[in-house]
C-alpha cells in the first residue's frame, strides 16, 4: 500500500492568485496523477507526472494553468495558476503501486480549494 | 477511454446484500474492470478488480458476465460504513478514468 499526504488540506484564495498543493507519498513510486473534483461531481484526471519528464495532461487541461513539478519518487506539486472561482474543488494525488499487473491506486484525501 | 454506465443511485438495508450492477459493452479484450468508491470527504478507496473470472475479497465480491459486457459488484452484507459513491471503471495501461457512479445509501 501506500501512505498519501497533501498540503494543504484547504484554502481560501483571492481570484487571480496561485496556489500550490504538496503531495508526499510514503514510498517511491513511478506514476503520479493529479485530480480535480468539483462540487458534486465524479473525479476528473487533470495529468500524469513521472518522475524525469514533463508531465501529460489531459484534454482541457493546459501547463500553464496547471504546472506540475516532480523532482523525485516521493513527491509532486500541482500549481493552480491565475485562480478563478470556477477552480473551487478539491485537488486530490494518486498514486499507482508497485507491482505487475492491474495493481491498486491510492489517493490522498484531497485539497479542498474555494476561490473568492 | 471505453465507458461504462451505472445508475446514478440505489438503497439498501443494512446487513443486507447489495448488488450494483455496470455495463461496458465497448469492453476491449485488455481491459480490466476495476470497483473503487469514495466515502464521504475522502478520497477513493479500491474495491476490488477482475479480468474475465469472478473475484473475491474481504470487501466484496465481483461478478463478470461471460461476454464480459457487465458485472456486478456484491456487497454480501452491507453496513452504515458502506455508504458511498462505488466507481466501475475500466483500467487501460495506467489511468483511471471516472464516470459519475453510483451513490449506495444504506438505511439502519
Known amino acids: 500500500s501506500a501512505v498519501i499526504s497533501q498540503k494543504p488540506s484547504r484554502d481560501i484564495c483571492q481570484r487571480g492568485t496561485s496556489l500550490t498543493i504538496q503531495c508526499q507519498v510514503d514510498s517511491q513510486v513511478t506514476m503520479m496523477f493529479w485530480y480535480r473534483q468539483q462540487p458534486g461531481q465524479s473525479l476528473t484526471l487533470i495529468a500524469t507526472a513521472n518522475q524525469g519528464s514533463e508531465a501529460t495532461y489531459e484534454s482541457g487541461f493546459v501547463i500553464d494553468k496547471f504546472p506540475i513539478s516532480r523532482p523525485n519518487l516521493t513527491f509532486s506539486t500541482l500549481t493552480v495558476s491565475n485562480m478563478s472561482p470556477e477552480d473551487s474543488s478539491i485537488y486530490l494525488c494518486s498514486v499507482v503501486g508497485q507491482g505487475r499487473g492491474p495493481y491498486e491506486q491510492y489517493f490522498g484525501p484531497g485539497t479542498r480549494l474555494t476561490v473568492t | 477511454d471505453a465507458k461504462t454506465t451505472q445508475p446514478n443511485s440505489m438503497e439498501s438495508n443494512e446487513e443486507e446484500p447489495v448488488h450494483l450492477p455496470c455495463n461496458h459493452s465497448?469492453?476491449?479484450?485488455?481491459?480490466?474492470i476495476h470497483w473503487y468508491r469514495q466515502l464521504p470527504s475522502q478520497g477513493p478507496e479500491y474495491v476490488i478488480h477482475?479480468?474475465?473470472s469472478n473475484v473475491n475479497n474481504r470487501m466484496a465480491s465481483l461478478a463478470i458476465a461471460e461476454d464480459r459486457k457487465s458485472s456486478t459488484l456484491i456487497l454480501h452484507r452491507a453496513t452504515l460504513r458502506d455508504a458511498a459513491v462505488y466507481y466501475c471503471?475500466?483500467?487501460?495501461?495506467?489511468?483511471?478514468?471516472f464516470g459519475q457512479g453510483t451513490r449506495l445509501t444504506i438505511n439502519p
Open positions: 471503471i475500466l483500467k487501460e495501461a495506467q489511468k483511471l478514468v
Open positions: 465497448t469492453i476491449s479484450g485488455t481491459d480490466y
Open positions: 477482475g479480468l474475465t
